[in-house]
């Protein structure tokens, strides 16, 4: 198992680094405002802004969260909202990178406009079925940190989310996300500042659940049997009512996502199947079903969570039934048939993420005994 994951890890890592480095780049140069300016009106325009702004930033499925509810409090539209909280976990320069480097150029290519065309959906029907609130009740809630928590000491230049720790117990704790300052100025500054986000911010937030991506695909490629998907393998709506079964409930980020839908595709999945886990997969988890149902009404939430599952599906059916299979396979072939040690570019690339990941680890072990308790966002 220790072999799949150094090979996972050797391919994935240079474009790792050089995704997270180009994300560090956005965060640094592009202005924070720029996203709350062109959201706010009520139109369909707002829902193409909204979806076009999402598709490239580096958040996952719980940092868009906090970020999402900012531009809410901003005065984004609901359509607006819906169309950044799909779009955006689903791609990222980072995720497209390395889908790229494990899947070929055509699902790094169909990834953005499937999630592109499914935040378009949701949007849209977001503004049929739950017309804008504007009541002071909305408003208020919208102004309330944590859902009106005590225990939330986010900074001025801070905003925060809430979520449900554990659904036995009820209780609430909150996310403090932290907005773009000025206080990093001159190219020197911003530079400085691109690569604390690239690789210390990202690698703390999402490298967990790299990680875990990253086992899982290789548990999966060792321990189960082909057989165990003999039944899934020319079938491509069971297939991906399967994917589904597993995805949406659990937490996956979009890049944590690629390693199992290449391990789950080299086991029988069709490509569909594979591209419904990369999108519905960082897309809808619970944290975020909570989070949204609310913040934003269970209207809204019925929204997001159909135009996820359709999009997802109807991409999934279009790649199996009206695309060329080769187009998905290629990439696969040449990692089962072509195991290499790895170039020394590689292995250093891998050696650098590894330091990362465990700085990240370190440093999130000591936040937890200095008592501090901000889960799923990064300061």
């Known amino acids: 198992m220790l072999t799949e994951i150094l090979h996972l890890v050797n391919e994935m890592s240079p474009y790792l680094l050089l995704g997270f480095f180009i994300a560090g780049l956005m965060h640094a140069f ?13 139109s369909f325009r707002s829902v193409v802004n909204a979806a076009l702004l999402g598709i ?37 320069v980072d995720s497209i990178v390395a889908t790229y480097s494990l899947m070929g150029l055509p699902f790094a290519i169909i990834r953005p406009v499937v999630a592109l065309l499914t935040a378009l959906f949701g949007g849209a029907i977001t503004n049929v079925i739950d017309k ?13 940190c944590c859902c009106g928590s005590d225990s939330c000491h986010c900074h001025e230049e801070e905003t925060c989310c809430c979520h449900h720790e554990d659904n036995a117990k009820e209780e609430e704790s909150c996310c403090c996300h932290h907005d773009k300052t000025t206080k990093n100025v001159g190219f020197i500054g911003k530079m400085k500042e691109a690569l604390q986000y690239a690789f210390i911010d990202m690698i703390d937030d ?24 003999a039944a899934f393998k020319d079938n491509s709506l069971l297939s991906m009512l ?21 391990a789950l595709m080299m086991k029988g999945l069709t490509p569909g199947a594979g591209l419904v886990l990369l999108m519905a997969g960082p897309a809808a988890n619970m944290a975020s079903i909570l989070v949204i149902r609310h913040r934003l009404g269970t209207k809204t939430l019925v929204s997001y969570i159909v135009s996820i599952v359709a999009g997802a599906v109807v991409a999934g059916l279009i790649i199996d039934l009206l695309l060329p299979r080769e187009w998905f396979t290629a990439s696969l072939e040449q990692l089962t048939c072509c195991q290499t040690s790895g170039t020394p570019f590689q292995w250093t690339c891998t050696v650098f993420l590894t330091i990362l990941l465990i700085y990240a680890l370190v440093k999130h072990l000591s936040k937890g005994k200095s008592g501090h308790h901000c889960s799923c966002c990064h300061e």
């Open 242 to 262: 399967l994917v589904l079964a597993i995805s949406v409930p659990m937490y996956v980020c979009a890049t944590g996502s690629i390693p199992i839908a290449v």
């Open 30 to 42: 592009v202005p924070s405002n720029l996203y709350k300016k062109y959201l706010s009106k009520h």
């Open 206 to 229: 999402i490298g967990k659940w790299l990680v875990i991506g990253i086992v899982i695909a290789a548990l999966i490629t060792v321990f189960v049997p082909n057989e165990w998907m």
């Open 132 to 144: 804008e609130n504007t009541d002071e009740t909305d408003e208020k809630r919208a102004d309330e």
């Open 56 to 92: 490239p930033l580096p958040l996952c499925s719980c940092g868009v969260i906090p970020t999402a509810m900012s531009l809410r409090k901003e005065g984004a539209s609901k359509s607006a909202v819906v169309s950044f909280l799909i779009a955006t976990p689903q791609t990222g």
